[in-house]
Structure formats: C-alpha cells, structure tokens
C-alpha cells in the first residue's frame, strides 16, 4: 500500500470513484436546490424547507467523503457541477425525480462499495455501509411522501397539509455525518 505523510493512500481508481462521487453528492444538493427554488416559486413553503433541508444534508455527504478523501492521503478534485432541471410538471412530479435521483444515487453508492470489496479497502468498504444505510433511509421518506400524497391528494387541501407537515423537518447536523 502506498503511504504519503505516513498516510495510508488509495488507490487511483478509488480516488477517481471517490473523487466523482463527491462530485455527484455536490450536484444532489443542487438538484434539491432548484427543488427549494420551484417549491418557492410554487408557495409551498412545506415543500421548498424539505428541499432545502435535503439539500443541507447532500452538502454534508459531500462533505463527509472529501474528508475521508482527505483522510486517506488522497486529494480531492473538483468538477463543473451541471445545471439540474428548474420546472417539474406537478409538485407530485418535483418529489418521483427526487426519489428516482436517490434510486440513481443508491445506484452509484453501490457500485462504490462493490470496489471497495473488490479491492479489499475495509476502511473504504466501511463508509461505503454508512452511505447504503443512508440511501436506504433517502428513498424511504421520499417514497413516504409520495405515498401520502396518494392518500390525500396532491393538489388543494391535501398538498396544503402536505406541505405543512413537511415544515417540520429539522435541519441536518455535521454531527450525523461526521466520523
């Protein structure tokens, strides 16, 4: 194994993955940020919060793995990030393409992990399980939403309570993805 500053280093197809992963959580909070920017636009103040939050977290998963990069003697690169969508047919519509971009980001933490394993990288292979833990729990409560709604509606007064529920939700903490 490669060591730089006494650092266990990765090797160069996992920092390359790492590296485009970072990329691809950066652009999770941009997509969910033009989410808050049509929710706005839309006034559902419920719905563009929730984004906003989703956004916050997605931030933090960046994050998360450009500290680990960091960690493992590696060095980070950064890409353009690209223009998400800004118009959804329905606010239904805006929450089906989050839970397909988290059924796509599962997708891309998978393939992660399985090169962990292949390589034998434990450390790596151990955030990896952090991250497939996560995705899980993302497409649940996108798909919780999305199953409310087809309860109670999502236009009029089950979208407006809809969107009131989702206000409650909290802002993520550094703290629930550091370490």
Not at 19 to 46: C, H, P, R, T
């Amino acid at each position: 194994m490669n060591l730089r500053g006494g650092k266990a280093m990765l090797s160069n197809k996992h920092l390359d993955a790492l590296n485009k992963q970072i990329n691809d959580e950066y652009y999770s909070s941009y997509i969910y940020q033009s989410m808050v920017a049509y929710f706005e636009d839309k006034n559902l103040d419920g719905c563009a919060h929730w984004m906003k939050m989703q956004a916050e977290e997605e931030h933090l998963h960046a994050l998360k793995i450009f500290n680990y990069v960091v960690e493992r003697g590696g060095r980070v690169e950064l890409f353009a990030v690209p223009k998400p969508p800004i118009e959804w047919d329905s606010p239904r519509a805006a929450f089906e393409a989050a839970l397909d971009h988290e059924k796509l980001m599962t997708d891309k933490i998978s393939k992660l992990a399985d090169l962990a394993i292949e390589e034998r990288d434990h450390a790596t292979n151990n955030l990896m399980q952090w991250y497939v833990s996560e995705q899980v729990e993302e497409e649940a409560n996108v798909d919780d939403i999305l199953k409310k709604l087809d309860i109670m509606g999502d236009e009029g007064t089950g979208l407006f309570l809809m969107d009131r529920e989702l206000k409650s939700r909290p802002a993520p903490s550094p703290n629930d993805v550091e370490g």
